[in-house]
């Protein structure tokens, strides 16, 4: 009994730290409608400057907590709410999306180009000790104390927002922005204000949190994201009391999990995946009133451009020059260079997975490296297990990803826009802790085999059999957009309404492209899987998907070229950065800062700017042929003159 309340008081203490900081994520979300997935970069760059006050500085621990959760961290919300997220309101959540990814990558490179990226001792606020309670159980002083600042922190907001004229239009900006606007409340005041609260709140958690997980670059902020998404998903991103007790209940059952579950098995991986089944539960079991909350902004960028007005043959012969060119490598270039190439071309084909299910379909997945995974550890198995030739192992392993294709399309269906963004999260996390990690089906920590087919063992020939992959992918997503399957696509992607009212089967198209997407992105799996000769369970984290949003939308998530850019950028960034190797130190700064900063600015990309640029350049030259063409002047005939 004295283990099973002791168990309970923990879980109380790190689930009211998760509900706190639940409860700044929602707040910023209600306010400014974006749903900042770099929360967990705020509270790394918060604590890693309390770190610096506190341990490199010598001021005292609780001086350092204060100025950094009072003036430091507010400071930072309310410059991240005017140079950022007020510049993408009323723009696409997409946009939003990918720009707080941005944010996550651009801290954590700044984190590690200023502090390193060694785990940091953070000290504690609190005094060490033990304290006596009720029924024999002891509880140390310093959680008692987290318990005391989070439960008061959290007591303090709920009395501002409902006693107080400020709480007032809090509340008022939450229910509704763009009545309080109406009724004379300066919304831009009370968002900045939300994200200073917000921030506040994340480096809270940080400082309150890392005494005990120790202050890691690489590992804290994705801890901090997943158990602050799943609390706030309870209260399906509107409700604070709901996302603060869906904090405290996700902080007791995980105490439960890590008291009375083995580490090893089943229990064990179930453990580590709680946060992403309680999102997956609660998504799935939302009601509709409430579903439709996650459903207000749609997926969809649009360009600038009404229509493509680019000719069949001009299309077709900058995809040859493209091409041809491509296969010129191996024969012009190094093995280094053709190397990095290569994995631009795989990744190329990951991306083209991603703009037919968003750019043509106006769905969202962050959870894409579940399909290549599946994948990929399917077609290893196939081939070591059940001896299948690899060129029969090849496109079966990525039919295996196509099931779980579907079952995400069916769910679709149900839900859409933020919230199926993040349902697709949450299964790329589970299938990472239920089945990546699981030595069964990946191999253990070493891994497991994936090899490349017979006659393409060698890198140039790999490098042909990656460049005829795209081809062919691309291919297909050209032909995909151009037929009935593509109008079907782009009108479902304007308006399901629309397309229901016409008789068209939505469910059918969502399950379609979504299988079809996954069997691309499982293409893509196969490959990277074959590149490197192996797979583990590092190979296709979670947070990959991010990043592959963020970099389709960043080359262009509209057009096929802009998959194949985005790839080659991917790719060929490291052979650059071997030439000038301060770009290592600050490639994840370059990328969030092109998340942040330039994807605000250009919605179409980086191919959107390479298209306009030449046609800007053909229309140069038309003018100028025309220019120079002499001009005929008819000669003016003779006026005939009167009769003689």
Known sequence: MQIFIRTILLGVVSGSVYALASTGLVL???????????????????????????????????????????????????????????????????????????????????VILIWGGQTKNVPSIFPRGTLRLPFGVNMGVDQLGVL???????????????????????????????????????????????????????ALMGILLT????????????????????????????????????????????????????????????????????????????????????????????????????????RVGVALTLFGGLALVPMFG?????????????????FLSLVVLTGYSGQISLGHTAFMGIAAFSAAH??????????????????????AGAVIGLIAVRMQGLFLALMTLAFAFMAQSLFFEHPAFSGGEGGIAVLRPTGFRGDTAFFYLALGTLAAAAALAVNLRTGRTGRVLAGMRD??????????SVTRYKVLIFGISAFIAGIGGVLVGMIQEQATSRTFIPFYSLIFMTLAVLGGIFHVGGAIT???????????????????????????????????????????????????????????????????????????????
Request: proline letters at 5%.
């Open 211 to 314: 005494p005990r997980l120790l202050l890691d670059p690489n590992f804290l902020p994705p801890f901090i994201i997943a158990f602050v998404l799943g609390a706030s998903v309870i209260g399906y991103l509107r409700s604070l009391p709901l996302a603060y007790a869906g904090g405290l209940m996700i902080g007791i059952i995980q105490a439960l999990f890590v008291q009375y579950a083995s580490s090893q098995g089943l229990l064990g991986k179930i453990s580590d995946a709680l946060p992403f089944l309680v999102i997956t539960g609660a998504l799935l079991l939302a009601p509709k009133a409430l579903r439709a909350a996650g459903q207000g902004a749609s997926f969809v960028v649009r360009t600038r451009e009404a229509a493509d007005r680019t000719s069949a043959r001009a």
């Open 334 to 350: 190094s093995a280094s260079s053709t190397q990095f190439v290569t994995i631009g071309l795989i990744h190329s084909v990951v």
């Open 28 to 110: 910023t979300y209600k306010t400014s409608g974006v749903l900042n997935f770099g929360y967990g970069a705020l509270a790394l760059f918060t604590t890693f400057v309390h770190w610096q006050l506190c341990v490199g500085f010598g001021l005292p621990v609780w001086m350092s907590a204060i100025i950094v959760v009072g003036i430091v961290a507010p400071a930072l919300g309310v410059l991240l709410d005017r140079q950022l997220f007020r510049r993408i309101e009323g723009q696409p959540q997409i946009i939003g999306v990918i720009a707080t990814v941005g944010l996550l990558v651009l801290l954590q490179g700044v």
């Open 495 to 504: 308006s399901e309404t629309a397309c229901r009212s016409l008789g068209i």
């Open 566 to 644: 985005a790839g080659l950028v991917w790719g060929l960034y490291p052979m650059v950065a071997n030439a000038f190797p301060f770009l290592y130190r600050i490639q994840l700064i370059l990328f969030g800062l092109g998340a942040t900063v330039a994807l605000a600015k250009n919605p179409e990309g980086m191919f959107g700017e390479l298209r306009r640029a030449g046609a800007a350049v053909l229309r140069a030259i038309d003018r100028r042929a025309a220019a120079q063409q002499p001009i005929d002047i008819d000669p003016v005939p003779a006026v005939s003159g009167g009769s003689e």
């Open 148 to 202: 005391l600042v989070a439960a008061g922190a959290a007591g303090g907001l709920g009395a501002m927002l409902r006693y107080t004229k400020l709480g007032i239009a809090f509340r008022a900006v939450v229910n509704n922005r763009s009545v309080a606007g109406l009724m004379g409340i300066n919304t831009g005041v009370v968002s900045g204000l939300a994200w200073a609260l917000g921030t506040s709140f994340a």
């Open 382 to 403: 196939l081939v070591q297990t059940l001896h299948i030739p690899g060129w029969i192992a090849f496109p079966l392993g990525a039919l295996a990803a196509v099931p």
